[in-house]
């Protein structure tokens, strides 16, 4: 399976690389994430050159990382700059060290071409830093392909029949979309007036009747969904007092087969409630885990039936742009490495 090399993927919250080292696969290939004593997040192949042994169980000295096997220690470039009992070190003595980039809270990492890793292709996630948003968060690992969770971030339309209990109303499948994309992006939006809130919206807005509602989701490749959404009440106060909120949904494939997706739900109100930012995080979590009971069995069918085409509907015509993009994105790369 190929994946997209050249675009920066979350390796993971910021506050998860500590000085403890942590194992995790990205793009189907072995990482050691670590913060060295100094503070800077690092990110090496998880493989030690001398008789590679995971580096992730060794330990952080300073601003190197010591191989738990035998002792080989490496600085944060990938270099080995000591080899115990022995005064030389061999030139291949050496690990890859991927480009990672602390921002917007998140670790990106770039698998691809390190001279290409130009942090400015970071995406945008301002909400994550700014001081009149807060948000909740989250990670959930799915069994799956990453394009089968793309499909799921896109489709809104599934909200109604799979999460009542929190996002969904019967509006949602019922409205239609307006889909508009360009080279590097798709964008759904819906909007829904006069219609009842979800449950989350309810408890989280404090809204007592109808309301206007949107959502606009927005696709940017390799595999970012974000969606701004919110709503305001319906009738004479419309406009006057709503609640703003971005979905921000970073996917992340492990495997060809399973699916980091990084989640983070911000908002404009309530910023100093931590009973709503546990409140929000729980609600995401249920809503999430209902989603991947559907898809991982939905990829076990996918599996097992190659020969099998899915049905798209009109609803879909954003997923089938997404795929397009990754697609010809794919096609690119392919031919960019042909003539390399
Ligand atoms: S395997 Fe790492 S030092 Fe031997
Ligand atoms: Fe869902």
Avoid at 122 to 132: F, K, N
Wanted: hydrophobic share 40%.
């Amino acid at each position: 399976m190929n994946f997209l090399a050249n675009f920066w993927y979350a390796a993971g919250w910021a506050s998860e690389i500590t000085k403890k080292p942590l194992a995790r696969r990205v793009l189907d290939r072995p990482v050691a994430l670590f913060r060295t004593e100094g503070g800077k997040a690092v990110a090496l192949d998880d493989c030690c050159p001398h008789r590679m042994v995971p580096l992730s169980h060794g330990t952080v000295e300073g601003e190197s990382l010591r191989c738990g096997y035998h002792g080989l220690r490496f600085d944060c470039a990938g270099k080995c700059v000591e080899v115990p009992g022995q005064a030389s070190i061999p030139p291949r003595a050496k690990v890859h060290a991927y480009p990672l980039v602390e921002r917007w809270k998140f670790a990106w990492i770039w698998m691809g071409e390190p001279a290409a890793a130009d942090p400015d292709l970071i995406p945008e996630l301002p909400w994550l830093d700014a001081a009149d948003w807060a948000y909740s968060h989250g990670c959930i690992i799915y069994a799956c392909n990453y394009a089968l969770l793309l499909d799921n971030l896109i489709d809104l339309s599934h909200t109604t029949f799979v999460h009542q209990r929190t996002i969904g109303t019967d509006d949602v499948a019922k409205t239609p979309v307006r889909t508009t994309s360009d080279a590097g992006r798709v964008l759904v939006e819906r909007v829904m007036d006069d219609t009842e809130p979800s449950n989350l919206y309810r408890k989280a807005g404090d809204f007592t009747g109808r309301v206007n509602r949107w959502q606009r989701i927005e696709f940017t490749p390799p595999a970012s969904v974000i969606i701004d959404a919110g709503a305001v009440p319906a009738g004479p106060d419309a406009g006057k007092r709503g609640i703003n909120t971005r979905v921000i949904n970073i996917i992340t494939p492990e495997t060809p087969q399973s699916t980091f997706h990084f989640w983070a739900f911000a908002r404009n109100f309530k910023l100093d409630d931590a009973s709503m930012t546990q409140y929000i995080a729980e609600a995401i979590m249920l809503t999430f885990n209902e989603d991947k009971r559907l898809i991982d069995d939905q990829q076990r069918n996918v599996d097992a039936r190659p020969e099998q085409r899915m049905l798209d509907n009109t609803a879909d015509y954003g997923v089938v742009l997404a795929r397009r993009i990754v697609e010809r994105l794919l096609r690119e790369q392919e031919e960019t490495r042909a003539h390399a």
